[in-house]
C-alpha cells in the first residue's frame, strides 16, 4: 500500500471535495494499473453485506472496449436528454436550482462526448448468490447495499491519489448492451460506470448544497 504519492487531505477535506469530475479529467495522460489496483484494495475493504464480498470491479483501458462502452452510454445520454427526465429540466420553478441544474448537465453532455477519451474505466459489479442469481426488488438492498460503499472507496481512494472520478448511472440504463460487451455472467450485474483519470487544476471545493435544516427531521418527518 501506499506505492503512490498521496494528496495531502484530512479526513473532512477528503470526504466533502470529493467531487463529480468530467470536464477536469485529463484525457491524455495515462493512468498506471498499479494505481487502479492500489485504489481497489482500499474498495474492497468496505463493508459488504453479511461479509458476502461478492463485488466484482471490470477495469477497461483497451481503447476498442472503451468506444464500445461510449457508444452505449452516448446513445443512452441522448435519450435522457430527450426525455421528460432530462437533468437540465429540474427545478423549473427554481431559477437557482435550475441554473445550476443546467451547468451539470453541460458537465454531463461533455463527459458524453469525450467518454470514449478517458483512459479508464472502472465498472463496479455485483454477483448475486442467492436463488436462481437473478437481482430481484426483494434482494436488491442487500446488493447495492454491497457494492455502493465499495465503490465510493474506490472513489475516495482515487481523489487522495490525485485521480478524478465520477458516479455514472447511465450505462445502467442500457444493461443488456453492457452485459455483452463486459460479458457478464447472468447472475453479475453492474452498479455504474466510474470514469478515472488524472485531474486538471489543483484542488476542489465543497459543492453548493440546500441547508442542512431543510433535509434534517428529528424523530419525525
Known amino acids: 500500500m501506499n506505492r503512490c504519492p498521496i494528496v495531502d487531505l484530512s479526513p473532512d ?33 468496505a463493508p459488504t453485506s453479511s461479509n458476502l464480498q461478492n463485488w466484482g470491479f471490470v477495469v477497461v483501458t483497451d481503447a476498442a472496449q472503451r468506444r464500445a462502452i461510449a457508444d452505449v452510454y452516448r446513445r443512452t445520454w441522448d435519450w435522457i436528454v430527450a426525455s421528460p427526465f432530462a437533468v437540465a429540466d429540474r427545478f423549473r420553478n427554481d431559477p437557482a436550482r435550475n441554473r445550476q441544474q443546467r451547468k451539470v448537465s453541460d458537465s454531463a453532455q461533455y463527459l458524453a462526448d469525450h467518454f470514449g477519451d478517458v483512459p479508464v474505466l472502472v465498472v463496479p459489479c455485483v454477483e448475486v448468490i442467492d ?7 426483494e434482494n436488491a438492498n442487500q446488493y447495492w447495499a454491497s457494492i455502493m460503499p465499495a465503490a465510493w ?42 470514469p478515472t483519470a488524472y485531474y486538471t487544476g489543483t484542488t476542489f471545493r465543497r459543492a453548493e448544497r440546500i441547508p442542512l435544516d431543510d433535509v434534517v427531521h428529528l424523530e419525525r418527518w
Open 153 to 194: 472507496n474506490y472513489m475516495l481512494a482515487a481523489r487522495s491519489r490525485g485521480l478524478g472520478t465520477t458516479w455514472t448511472g447511465v450505462t445502467v440504463m442500457a444493461e443488456e448492451e453492457m452485459r455483452n460487451i463486459l460479458r457478464l455472467p447472468d447472475n453479475v450485474y453492474h452498479a455504474t460506470t466510474i
Open 13 to 45: 477535506e477528503l470526504l466533502t471535495t470529493t467531487r463529480s469530475v468530467r470536464k477536469r479529467l485529463d484525457l491524455t495522460k495515462p493512468v498506471p494499473i498499479a494505481l487502479i489496483r492500489e485504489c481497489l484494495e482500499i474498495a474492497v475493504q
Open 131 to 137: 436463488g436462481d442469481g437473478t437481482l430481484t426488488a
